[in-house]
T-cell receptor, first 110, second 115 residues
Framework: TQLLEQSPQFLSIQEGENLTVYCNSS?????LQWYRQEPGEGPVLLVT?????EVKKLKRLTFQFGDARKDSSLHITAAQPGDTGLYLCAGETGGFKTIFGAGTRLFVKA | GAVVSQHPSWVICKSGTSVKIECRSLDFQATTMFWYRQFPKQSLMLMAT?????????EQGVEKDKFLINHASLTLSTLTVTSAHPEDSSFYIC???????????FGDGTRLSIL
C-alpha cells in the first residue's frame, strides 16, 4: 500500500512565525501537488513540483521536492492569519493515480 | 485557469431520498474525474474514478450500487447517492484532470446532510 505521510497534523502558531510542513513516502512520485483548503470549499492548487530537488516559491511559501522524488516540504515565512487552512500534499504515482496526505491543519493567531 | 463546477453546494434531505451531485469541467475536457468524500477535519478519501464512456472504478469498501456514477460526456460526471441515510452525510468533492501529468482541479464540494 502506498502511503504519503504528512506532518504535523495540526499546527497553531502566532502571526509572524515560520513553519514547515512535511510529506514523506517510500514511493517515488512523478509529480507532487500542494493544496490549501478552507472550510466548506474544495482544495485549491498551490503548486506542482515535478523534478527531483526542485524548489518553487509562491510569495511567502517555499515548496521543495526531494532529490529522490519521495518527499516534499512546504515552508511558510512570517505566517499570517490568512494562511489559516488545511494544507494537503498529493503525489501522483503514474497511471493517473493520486495519493493524498492526511493534511495539516494550520491556525495562525493574530 | 481550469475551473470545475460542482452543484449543488449544499443539500439537506430526508432519509431514503436519492441525491444527485453534478461535476462539470467548464473550460476543458475531462476524460477522467474523481469523486472524494471528506469527513470533518480529515483528508480526502477517494471513492471512485469516473471514466468518460465507461464504468467507474470504485475504491475498496465503496458500494457501487449505493454511489452511482455516470460520466456520459467529457465535461460532466454525476454522483447519485441512492436511498441516502444519515451515515451518508458528508462533504463530497469532485475533481477533474484532463490528461496525465497534470494536477487535479477540484470543485467547491457538496455538503450533504441526511435527516
Amino acid at each position: 500500500t502506498q502511503l504519503l505521510e504528512q506532518s504535523p497534523q495540526f499546527l497553531s502558531i502566532q502571526e509572524g512565525e515560520n513553519l514547515t510542513v512535511y510529506c514523506n513516502s517510500s514511493s517515488v512520485f512523478s509529480s507532487l501537488q500542494w493544496y490549501r483548503q478552507e472550510p466548506g470549499e474544495g482544495p485549491v492548487l498551490l503548486v506542482t513540483v515535478v523534478t527531483g530537488g526542485e524548489v518553487k516559491k509562491l510569495k511567502r511559501l517555499t515548496f521543495q521536492f526531494g532529490d529522490a522524488r519521495k518527499d516534499s516540504s512546504l515552508h511558510i515565512t512570517a505566517a499570517q492569519p490568512g494562511d489559516t487552512g488545511l494544507y494537503l500534499c498529493a503525489g501522483e504515482t503514474g497511471g493517473f493515480k493520486t495519493i493524498f496526505g492526511a493534511g495539516t491543519r494550520l491556525f495562525v493567531k493574530a | 485557469g481550469a475551473v470545475v463546477s460542482q452543484h449543488p453546494s449544499w443539500v439537506i434531505c430526508k432519509s431514503g431520498t436519492s441525491v444527485k451531485i453534478e461535476c462539470r469541467s467548464l473550460d476543458f475536457q475531462a476524460t477522467t474525474m474523481f469523486w472524494y468524500r471528506q469527513f470533518p477535519k480529515q483528508s480526502l478519501m477517494l471513492m471512485a474514478t469516473s471514466n468518460e464512456g465507461s464504468k467507474a472504478t470504485y475504491e475498496q469498501g465503496v458500494e457501487k450500487d449505493k454511489f452511482l456514477i455516470n460520466h456520459a460526456s467529457l465535461t460532466l460526471s454525476t454522483l447519485t447517492v441512492t436511498s441516502a441515510h444519515p451515515e451518508d452525510s458528508s462533504f463530497y468533492i469532485c475533481s477533474a484532470g484532463g490528461w496525465e501529468g497534470q494536477p487535479q482541479h477540484f470543485g467547491d464540494g457538496t455538503r450533504l446532510s441526511i435527516l
